[in-house]
């Protein structure tokens, strides 16, 4: 599976720790910026290169990580994206429950407020959940899709 992964300069140094973990548990992490350290960076611009793809990735087969300082904005601006389904979770619990129920195929972190080890349990849960696959889950994905096809 790819995971597009991007982070402006309050999430950078996590975005660099989480690319190392991604790839030793065999997940292709590809980062779509900033690729270096600039405290005058803006996080839509990475936010929006990995909600394009992972959104218009019609497969499936594809995921995003998205990281700023506190998980909203990076959250705001990739879910203004067709297709792309994001969460700002803070915990495993609630990254497994969003998987399971919601189909999020996009991961915003607040790099301010959680440990590496925390973030890291975060994201192994997230990518290891299963969509439930359950009738009213798909009904409700449907009724998100309906609502974007008439933006």
């Known amino acids: 599976m790819i995971i597009y992964i991007g982070a402006d300069h309050r999430g950078f140094k996590l ?9 030793a548990m065999n997940y292709q992490a590809i980062d779509l910026g900033n690729g270096h350290y600039d405290e005058n960076d803006d996080y839509p611009d990475f936010a929006e290169k ?5 959104g218009g990735d ?3 087969e594809s995921r995003g990580i ?6 909203a ?6 879910n203004k994206f067709r297709g792309a389904r994001c969460v700002t979770a803070i915990s495993p619990e609630q990254a497994a429950v969003t998987r399971k129920d919601e189909d999020t195929n996009i991961l915003a972190l607040a790099a301010d407020f959680l440990s590496e080890e925390t973030a890291k349990n975060i994201v192994k849960t997230w990518l290891e959940t299963l969509f439930s696959g359950e009738e009213r889950h798909k009904r409700r994905l449907e009724k998100i899709k309906a609502i974007e096809n008439r933006q």
């Open 50 to 54: 990995v909600a394009e793809k992972v």
């Open 66 to 71: 998205v990281i700023c300082g506190s998980g």
């Open 15 to 23: 975005k660099e720790s989480l690319k190392n973990f991604l790839n």
């Open 73 to 78: 904005g990076v959250g705001i601006t990739a």
């Open 58 to 60: 019609t497969s499936g």
